[in-house]
């Protein structure tokens, strides 16, 4: 869909496209694996190439620890780089996962001393949790890497005094700032920390996580904790100044005693107006004798940079771009340079007049697409050029500040989130959060009785197999610059807009899209014992007979094998799901949250949620209910718990809910809105959580110790109890609100069941969205009707997903109806090709059938495939330069439904016999029913301590583990490479028996 606003842009990509035959282009029907390429280039699983040594000269290098040998327990998710006052010396923190790693030769876990805050000694307590500051020797133009200092808890924060004696680190959700200073050769801890005061027992090695917003309030049941984000410091170095993320404040710190003087609140329990939430990073105007004399703040779910002048206490607010981030002053002091992070832009502010004097725009002319993610920012010496990283394009952007346009884009390493200049302007040190994982076959198997797969003790999550680099790049210039903003083009796909015959051939045809979203699977973990593709049948864990409609609709329709799941968790991954990118916010936050913050202080914020809120509901009703009311109004209905006023969503991309003619981005339902297409809405986006309780003791009845609990009723529209409250204003009159969402005590097929109900007598719109959540697996000492195990919770899965094609294809809206299948992450499970594997389904007439497809695809190709044939318009720049599926569809159609198979399993003790009718039916199919190793009560007491209200509000690692050791058997050893070609034969001949069986099939229909 190429508009006339982008066709200059467009033809600009072409002549660009001559100046360098060796550039690689990112994925376009290649069917290469996710992982390296030639040339020092790697292809990512969101289609995106990185090519990070591409800038002549340069270098790129991981954060390499040196704990292990094989370089897994090496760093990742650098956040922020700091360069000395005298250019010597440059600082980079992580903050992210960078926990549980073991000696790779004992299998013992890697554990840190945690320091006194009040003493800087060894407080006796250990950790296992490893965030870090590198500190490097530059002095040379080389890295050289002089001390790693592990820190528990970090949070983006990183600063220099200005006399470069001692530096400054953010402590996260511990609420303190470290101080290390120098004695010469080395960092020491300059003892006492800076204690910020929110948390309780803030003296002790880690204080408790309570000292969030709500702390003092009534509905306290669902504060969160405290957490540090940007700290800066005066010219003078007597002043420190901090954001308080999770407190809506920044706390100015006298830095000599290291004491707080005075907090500064901008938005307070109970207020009207939103202001001063999520504060993030910090600027200091010093006056001319070096005293703090004006602080700026950003805020980013306000839109808006705060000033705040130190002496009098006065705020002014300054509207800038959407989702600010990081801000930076000039040398003078009297500009400030902000990255606005959803829109693509920088706002530039007047330090004296406390206003916006101009916006840079970060995107290519004529192109109206976000997600670059501007996310840090760098002036060269001469104050002439600034220096963006843009962790969606992975670039930094060079801008030329007198004419305000982008000059250039170098290309770095995946999701970059900090630059530096080095003080002759020469270089450019650049660091980046992630890289390819590669495949986990050992599904974190490390207990004792699993040694034999995973035999040097890796860390094979998701989060921590990405890692963290560093590059030095020669500031390029002319020519070089251009050679390489074309290689950054090529990388991020802009050569892939051109309309595609396919998809306009089935926009006539295919007038009903439903999307189903699933839970955290890999490919090997189901599919993998499949006759054909690239599978490794021992990994797999749910089988044919768990699982029979996965492993038929895969062999009726198209099987997948090389599809990848862009996001590495649940909030990553359902961004990428419903808006085809991430917010910075979402970056910054996620690997925090699964990683050293461990849900405590920072929040599931990524569906709709803001700090346990649901945003689309009203503060307070007089007849409050958990669909109508906020938490905070049913804990406290007189209204002085309220925060978060308004439906703004902090981590929601730019456009959300907007339906205005002209708007581009938001969610998928948003853009389907604004083209006049109906939605319906089963279960995305809807809260059903109460964070703050961890069980439920009967699933089907109030808890009066929770007046937010919604109880399970298997026929909710019948027993008038509504299931669903929604986060999303736009989709409050779309959503069937008798369908649950995410629980993992409710069956799916109490879901089908109601969206059966619903879709009879609504019937079918255009755009259809539906969760099936139960392959998460969880809460198996209270899940209902006997669904008590992951492999009945899958089976249930399962035959949901059968019944829903069923029915649908015995619809007349059949002829005119795709269906996407994914899920949103593959965090739980194996896979012997990378860990972002996964499951894809297209169901449609027109689909290829029978077909292996292995075209390397990934969630973002579903979106724009979906988009493509609804013919709605794109999100993104990552939609608009992916790739539909196209291959695999046909133009001749086979209108034959499908039959579902019920998995043998639900026909069997312990689940309950009324849960699936069809198997009284003897005319029904039904697979063999499988002995499961382990029963209710082992899983029950496996996870006993597991909190399984919200997605992955766990030990994702643990989980892996117990998911191995009580599907398979501590017994089970990790299959050897000698079994390979026997299994490649077996499935060969698997794969012509069922080819055979489908030709006879297909004979007797047409007869």
């Known amino acids: 869909m190429v508009t006339n606003k982008n066709q200059g842009y467009l033809l600009s990509l072409l002549l660009l496209s ?73 600082l980079v923190l992580t903050s992210g996962y960078n926990q549980n790693f073991k000696n790779e030769n004992t299998g013992s876990n890697f554990t840190y001393p945690v320091l006194d805050p009040q003493t800087g000694k060894s407080s006796g307590t250990t950790t296992r949790k490893a965030e870090w500051v590198f500190v490097y020797d530059v002095s040379s133009g080389k890295l050289v890497k002089r001390q790693q200092i592990n820190i528990p808890n970090t949070y983006n924060g990183l600063a220099w005094a200005k006399d470069g004696s001692r530096f400054f680190v953010s402590g996260g959700i511990d609420d303190r700032v470290y101080v290390y200073a120098s004695n010469g050769s080395q960092y020491v801890p300059d003892a006492p920390f800076i204690l910020l005061g929110h948390n309780s027992n803030q003296t002790d090695p880690f204080p408790k996580y309570d000292g969030g917003l709500l702390k003092d309030t009534p509905a306290k049941a669902v504060a969160t904790g405290a957490v540090v984000a940007g700290i800066a410091v005066s010219k003078d170095g007597r002043t420190l100044v901090t954001a308080n993320f999770e407190n809506d404040s920044i706390s100015i710190v006298d830095a000599t005693t290291r004491k707080v003087t005075k907090e500064i609140k901008f938005f307070r329990p109970g207020d009207k107006i939103a202001t001063g939430e999520f504060p993030f990073d910090v600027a200091i ?34 509207p800038i771009g959407s989702q600010p981030n990081k801000v930076l002053l000039s040398p003078s002091q009297n500009r400030l340079y902000v990255a606005n992070g959803n829109d693509d832009s920088i706002s530039v502010i007047d330090t004296d007049s406390n206003r916006v004097v101009r916006t840079i725009s970060l995107s290519r002319p004529g192109d109206r697409y976000k997600g670059a993610n501007p996310n840090s920012l760098a002036l060269s010496p001469d104050g002439a050029t600034l220096y963006v990283t843009l962790g969606g394009e992975n670039a930094v952007a060079v801008v030329d500040l007198q004419s305000s346009r982008v000059n250039g884009r170098i290309p770095t390493g995946w999701y970059p989130n900090s630059v530096s200049v080095s003080q002759d302007g020469q270089r450019l040190y650049v660091v980046n959060a992630k890289s390819n994982s590669g495949p986990n076959p050992a599904g974190n198997l490390t207990t004792p009785a699993g040694l034999a797969r995973n035999t040097n003790f890796k860390n094979e999550y998701n989060w921590a197999l990405e890692k963290a680099g560093i590059s030095i790049i020669p500031v390029p210039k002319g020519a070089t610059l251009g050679t390489l903003s074309a290689q950054v083009d090529k990388n991020n796909g802009f050569y892939n807009r051109r309309p595609d015959r396919t998809m306009r051939y089935l926009q006539g045809k295919i ?44 062999f009726g329709f198209a099987t997948f094998d090389n599809f990848y799941d862009s996001g590495e968790s649940s909030g990553v991954g359902w961004s990428w799901s419903t808006f085809a990118r991430t917010t910075d916010y979402t970056e910054k936050t996620q690997s925090v949250l699964y990683g050293n913050a461990g849900f405590n202080g920072l929040t599931y914020d990524y569906e709709g949620t803001n700090r346990n809120i649901s945003l689309a509901l009203p503060q307070t009703s007089s007849n409050a209910s958990p669909i109508n009311t906020r938490l905070t109004g049913i804990l406290d209905r007189s209204g002085r718990s309220s925060i978060l006023p308004g439906d703004r969503d902090v981590n929601a991309p730019e456009g959300d809910g907007d339906l205005g003619i002209d708007v581009i981005g938001g969610y998928l339902w948003d853009a389907a809105l604004r083209a006049g297409k109906t939605v319906r809405n089963y279960g995305f986006l809807v809260d059903n959580g109460a964070p703050y309780i961890t069980s439920q003791p009967d699933p089907t009845k109030p808890d009066p110790q929770n007046p937010a609990y919604i109880p399970i009723s298997p026929n909710p529209y019948a027993d008038k109890i509504p299931q669903a409250p929604v986060t999303k204003t736009v989709l409050l009159d779309k959503t069937d609100l008798y369908f649950r969402s995410f629980d993992m005590n409710n069956p799916d097929i109490y879901l089908y069941n109601e969206w059966a109900r619903d879709i009879e007598q609504n019937g079918l719109p255009n755009l259809m969205l539906v969760r099936l959540p139960h392959d998460h697996f969880g809460s198996f000492g209270t899940a209902l009707a006997g669904l008590n195990t992951p492999q009945l919770q899958m089976a249930d899965n399962d035959y949901a997903i059968g019944k829903l094609v069923e029915k649908i294809s015995h619809l007349p809206e059949w002829k005119e109806t795709a269906i996407f299948i994914i899920e949103d992450d593959s965090q739980n499970g194996p896979d012997h090709v990378d860990s972002h594997r996964s499951l894809a389904y297209v169901i449609s007439p027109y689909t290829k059938r029978g077909a292996l497809v292995s075209t390397n695809y990934n969630t973002i190709n579903v979106l724009r495939t979906m988009e493509d044939l609804l013919n709605i318009g794109y999100l993104a720049i990552t939609d608009a330069n992916a790739e539909p599926m196209s ?3 046909t133009r001749e159609p086979n209108f034959e439904p499908y039959t579902a198979v019920v998995p043998g399993n639900l026909c069997a003790n312990p689940v309950d016999p009324k849960l699936v009718p069809a198997c009284q039916d003897q005319n029904v199919e039904k697979t063999a029913a499988m002995p499961i190793l382990n029963d209710k009560s082992w899983w029950a007491a496996m996870t006993k301590d597991f909190n399984f209200v919200g997605e992955d509000n766990l030990d994702p690692e643990e989980f892996n583990e117990i998911l191995w050791a009580g599907i398979k058997g501590d017994s089970i050893p990790y299959p050897e490479e000698r079994n390979r070609q026997d299994l490649r034969q077996n499935r060969a001949q698997v794969l012509k028996n069922w080819q055979l069986s489908e030709r006879n099939n297909s004979t007797e229909a047409k007869k």
Do not use: C, M
């Open 887 to 889: 291959d695999a569809f």
């Open 285 to 318: 105007k010093s006056a001319e004798n070096g005293q703090a004399a004006k602080v700026f703040i950003s805020s980013q779910r306000d839109n808006e940079v705060l000033a705040v002048a130190i002496t009098s206490g006065q705020i002014t607010r300054i």
């Open 511 to 554: 007038k009903h899209v439903i999307y189903i979203v699933k839970e955290n699977r890999t490919y090997d973990q189901v599919l993998g014992d499949l006759p054909l593709g690239n599978g490794d049948p021992t990994l797999t864990l749910f089988p044919n007979n768990i699982s029979p409609n996965h492993h038929k609709l895969s």
């Open 18 to 90: 001559t100046l360098g035959a060796n550039i690689q282009s990112a994925s376009a029907r290649t069917t290469s694996p996710v992982g390296n390429l030639q040339g020092g280039a790697a292809l990512l699983p969101t289609g995106q190439i990185i090519t990070p040594a591409a800038a002549p000269g340069s270098t790129f290098a991981p954060l390499a620890t040196g704990l292990r040998t094989d370089d897994n327990a090496d760093a990742a998710e650098a956040v922020s780089t700091a360069l000395s006052p005298d250019g010597k010396t440059l």
